[in-house]
């Protein structure tokens, strides 16, 4: 049972791809790996303020999904888990000010670690823009892309450390 | 930066969109900067380009159009300067993916970048690479990305370490080449480039056996010692989180390690010590703590059998189901699903608080607490956790029912101990939530009700009772009418009274209120109303006393504006009204229904079964004679034709819709010599002599509406326009006739040959086949049958052959045509002669086939004919 394999997570090694053609097993392992699908930045309305899909998907497909993640993590309890089931992923998501950051994610994966993630993400933001508030997010959201790209890549974390990413950034406005 | 944005016109542009107060205003300042950018892009100025493309991709991240920009991203990535690669490339991801035709324009200037002097623009390169490469530029990139894996620079290198975890995704053969350049990594200080490292080598374990092979024999006691030392190392606070040295590395790690350990015991025990050491010395106060602990245990669940650390493992997870916290409640109700595999025991010593969960206010929780319960089920607690569920289903939200009851009801299914307990149960979920239950589960219910003889008369007055007072939950009323239709008179005389219930009294007209209420509430859909109406068939005969009260409902629904109704009612009432004499056989109760035979259905795993659902044959999902009624003149199918010479056995079997290919022991018992009216009461399963058969057909009924999702879909067919209703009109025509001829009164039309006026058999754009008749004297039962061919086209028809085939019961004779050769606009003319053995019982059916070559080419055109007069 190739999907029971794929929800346990068992690497692809134990599966006997062999009855499968080479498109179904590329399908399969693009199914079996955990990495981030997509990252939103939303406020409480609605508004997206950054949207970055490591997966493809058609533009009304985006809209679609930036409107469902909106309606699911909006009205939730503070209390709640801050995880939501989102069609066959999961979407991990946390709350700052009016501020929703959501991550989806591969159901298996490992929810806690993405939770941090996310406060890492704010506290780079935090430090670069200084206090920093939706507007902040509004006018330089193409600086915001850019710390994103530093932080997280192909849906994978590129960097721990706050202090390097910092860095980074300004060395980078530097060459402007 | 600001550089570049310094005429501020972005910042103009942004702020005069959020100054709009409405929707429409903000369309129109987007559409009038989009005007200002395409003419900006028409004058094709340099300058204005990174401007350009900052605004679009703020109107595009609005949700508005943007794909005009989309060739700027290529000017401003393949110009020279640095800022300029930096927005083109920012925009080349944001703007377009991977499946578009433009990127492909893209990779020669990415291979230039990944080759730049510049290492932040080789960084660049990387970024967008990483992010959305198609498989395509992965093949054609992935050697200058494996180079700069070895790059002297840490940014590069862990950029182009994940740039290669997706080029491996996308292309998984190409990940040999990576291993060496993978393991290298490894053994970085640089948390970043060792983070990048350790996901890399994951990936490639989880793609290629070698990669898995190699960095379990060359890494392990590598990775083993770095999370060692991360563990024990001393206050960093560039990697501090929640007092845990980089718990993302720690989590990595840990994960690559248990890919490592999967199915391999030496590498299991090397890695046991460090795994309970994270396991007993990790901070659970926080979330970081917590994140590691819980990627631990579920490396501890995952490799080799080392029986103390899954006790850890368990203690941990039961630690954390008791946590204040919804976040890691919720991980541990995740995690206990793995566990139950290797220690059902423990995860059972957690049943209270699991089922506590189940009624959690956070709709996550829920969740995972029911599939954790479902999995809990044995038969030993089974009936008490059912319990505890149909209770909360009572009292659960209404968006939490559906989950609920559908878990329900798989548990029932699953554990159904005796059959009473089952149908109380189902009773209860159809009660509490019966609009949320899925076409196969009501389906099920009723074929395992039909099994239970002995409790027909239980289960029809549970019904009863349930049925008024949730008369909203549609598949109860459903269930309910189709048991008060087969077993409405066990429901008025208490018949089969078991010790636990209470007596009733029913009267007949209050069994009737119950369908009569079904089929007028307005919201019933078409499905219960047709059963609805079906069971008022059926109570007409069991209910002898108010059968005209009964006919009277019926006869309303003949105004119904659902056509399907509308013919079923006509139908009813004549047979309520004309056919008195086969009613009460005509509706006896439905044979039992085979559960077996449901059940493979039911899985979908007979595809021939398939096939024959496509046909519009069956339509009501209730087992009555209505249905294969349908059938039974379902000619539509376009089986192979029989030659003219060939006995007529085929085109009979698909005239009663058999399946020829699954069904060769019932199509062997229904034809061949019997009388035609024993023949029919076969089709119409009335006196029984072939139960095989009647079972076929009712477990189809019930399956078909199974596999569909929309009830109405069998429905919905048979009454739109395309062929399945003419199908469905000519065999109600069908269904008269043949009950005509039934009657015991011969027919009218007496053996004195009167004229039987001509037909058009056949006719499509090219061709018309007139039929005209006439009787041979002396013998009643045959009849001449002139055929004439008309070609309608201006070309001529060559090789002209008319093939006929007939059932059974009739006998074919055909005299050779007057010429195979057809010229335009002319006609041939062929004679038949045909016999009717059944003469004034059945009517003449016909199937033919035509072939001629016009224009050097095959032409086939097939027909079936059943427009015959009457009485031939």
């Known amino acids: ?176 | 930066m600001n550089s570049i944005f310094s005429g501020t016109r972005l910042r103009d542009m942004i702020r005069s969109i959020r100054a709009c107060k409405t929707a429409a205003e903000e369309r129109g300042v987007v559409r009038k900067e989009c005007a200002d950018i395409r003419a900006s892009i028409n004058e094709n100025d340099p300058h204005d380009r990174h401007r350009n493309l900052a605004k679009l991709m703020f109107i595009h991240m609005l949700g508005y159009p943007t794909h005009f920009g989309q060739m700027e991203c290529l000017k401003l990535i393949a110009s020279p300067g640095f800022p300029e690669k930096r927005i083109g490339y920012l925009g080349l991801m944001l703007l377009l993916d991977e499946r578009q035709e433009v990127l492909m324009l893209v990779t020669n200037s990415l291979k230039q970048d990944l080759n730049h002097t510049n290492q932040y623009v080789v960084g660049l390169a990387l970024c967008a690479l990483g992010n959305i490469c198609s498989a395509e530029m992965a093949r054609d990139l992935a050697p200058e990305v494996e180079r700069l894996i070895q790059f002297r620079d840490p940014n590069i290198r862990k950029k182009a370490a994940l740039c290669s975890t997706r080029i491996v995704r996308k292309v998984p053969d190409l990940a040999e080449n990576f291993i060496n350049a993978a393991s290298s990594l490894l053994k970085e200080k640089h948390h970043g480039v060792l983070i990048t490292g350790v996901q890399l080598c994951y990936e490639l374990c989880t793609i290629n056996d070698e990669a898995l092979e190699y960095f379990r024999k060359k890494c392990t006691e590598g990775l083993i010692k770095t999370l060692k030392d991360i563990t024990n190392s001393a206050y960093q606070p560039e990697y501090d989180v929640a007092g845990i040295t980089d718990p993302f590395l720690h989590i990595r790690l840990l994960k690559l390690l248990r890919v490592l350990g999967h199915g391999d015991a030496d590498a299991s025990d090397l890695m046991t010590d460090i795994l309970a050491q994270v396991a007993t010395k990790t901070e659970s106060n926080k979330n970081a703590g917590n994140a590691v602990l819980y990627e631990c245990v579920e490396t501890i669940m995952a490799i080799e059998d080392t029986s103390s650390l899954r006790v850890l493992a368990i203690n941990i997870l039961g630690r954390f189901l008791s946590n204040r916290d919804n976040n890691i409640r919720y991980v541990a109700l995740n995690m206990l699903m793995k566990a139950i595999a290797f220690d059902d025991q423990a995860v059972q010593r957690h049943r209270v608080t699991i089922l506590e969960c189940v009624k959690d206010p956070d709709a996550s929780i829920r969740k995972r607490a029911l599939e954790l319960v479902s999995l809990l089920v044995n038969e030993n607690n089974v009936k008490q956790l059912t319990k505890e569920l149909i209770d909360y289903l009572e009292i659960s939200d209404e968006d939490f029912k559906e989950d609920l009851s559908a878990k329900i009801c798989s548990i029932v299914e699953k554990f159904s101990l005796e059959k009473i307990w089952y149908i109380d149960q189902m009773l209860k979920v159809l009660s509490e939530a019966g609009k949320f239950v899925k076409d196969d589960v009501w389906h099920a219910l009723i074929v395992v009700i039909s099994n239970a003889s002995e409790l027909h008369g239980y289960t029809v007055r549970a019904l009863y009772k349930a049925v008024l007072t949730y008369s909203e939950q549609e598949t109860l009323v459903r269930v309910a009418i189709w048991c008060i239709g087969e077993y409405g008179d066990l429901l008025v005389n208490n018949v089969g009274m078991l010790g636990i219930e209470d007596p009733i009294t029913v009267t007949e007209s209050d069994a009737v209120d119950v369908v009569e209420d079904a089929i007028t509430r307005h919201n019933s859909d078409m499905t219960t109303k047709a059963m609805a109406l079906v069971a008022l068939l059926k109570l007409s005969s069991r209910f002898p006393s108010i059968s005209e009260r009964i006919k009277d409902t019926i006869v309303k629904q003949k105004g119904s504006l659902l056509l399907e109704m509308q013919q079923r009612a006509i139908e009813f009432n004549s047979i309520v009204d004309r056919h008195k004499n086969i009613r009460s056989s005509l509706v006896e109760r439905m044979p039992v229904l085979d559960e077996a035979t449901f059940n493979v259905r039911r899985a979908g795993s007979l595809p021939a079964s398939v096939s024959t659902m496509a046909k519009p044959s069956v339509s009501i999902p209730n087992g009555v004679a209505a249905a294969p009624l349908v059938d039974l003149l379902d000619l539509g199918s376009d089986d192979i034709m029989a030659a003219p010479s060939s006995s007529g056995a085929d085109f009979l079997q698909d005239l009663l819709g058999v399946d020829l290919g699954s069904s060769s022991v019932q199509s062997g018992a229904t034809p061949g010599p019997k009388a035609g009216a024993d023949l029919l009461m076969d089709i119409l399963s009335i006196g029984t002599p072939s139960p095989a058969q009647n079972n076929t057909s009712s477990v189809d009924l019930l399956s078909t509406a199974g596999i569909n999702n929309n009830p109405s879909n069998a429905l919905d067919t048979l009454s739109s326009p395309a062929l399945p209703h003419i199908a469905t009109t000519a065999s109600a025509g069908g269904m008269f006739d043949l009950l005509d001829g039934l009657t015991p009164s011969p027919s009218k039309e007496a053996t004195n040959g009167p004229a039987y006026p001509p037909i058009v058999a056949y006719e499509s754009s090219t061709l018309k086949i007139e039929f005209t008749f006439s009787k041979s004297s002396g013998n009643p039962q045959e009849t001449n049958v002139q055929a004439t061919f008309i070609n309608l086209s201006p070309n001529t028809f060559t090789y002209f052959i008319f093939q006929a085939a007939v059932p059974k019961f009739l006998q074919l004779h055909l005299d050779p045509a007057s010429s195979n050769t057809l010229p335009a606009s002319g006609n041939i003319t062929q004679n038949l002669r045909v016999t009717n053995s059944q003469h004034g019982k059945k009517s003449l059916v016909m199937r033919m086939r035509i072939g001629y070559k016009v224009n050097g080419k095959d032409v086939l055109e097939e027909g079936q004919i059943n427009n015959f007069p009457r009485g031939l």
């Open chain 1, 1 to 176: 049972n190739t999907v029971a394999h794929i929800q346990n997570n068992v690497p692809a090694s134990t599966l006997n791809l062999s009855q499968f053609n080479q498109d179904q097993v590329n399908q399969l392992i693009q199914q079996l790996q955990q990495h981030i699908r997509f990252i939103l930045l939303q406020n409480r309305q609605g508004k997206t303020r950054l949207a970055k899909y490591y997966v493809p998907l058609e533009e009304s497909e985006k809209h679609k999904v930036e409107y469902e993640v909106h309606r699911l993590v909006v009205n939730r309890d503070s209390k709640f888990t801050n995880f939501v089931e989102f069609r066959t992923h999961k979407v991990i998501y946390r709350r700052y000010a009016g501020l929703f950051f959501s991550l989806c994610v591969d159901i298996t994966d490992n929810e806690l670690a993405y939770l941090e993630c996310i406060h890492l993400f704010v506290e780079i933001l935090d430090h670069f823009f200084s206090n920093v508030c939706e507007l902040d997010l509004v006018f330089n959201f193409h600086k915001v892309y850019l710390i994103l790209d530093e932080f997280i890549l192909a849906g994978e974390l590129q960097e721990t450390s706050k202090r390097a990413i910092i860095e980074r950034m300004s060395e980078l406005e530097k060459l402007e």
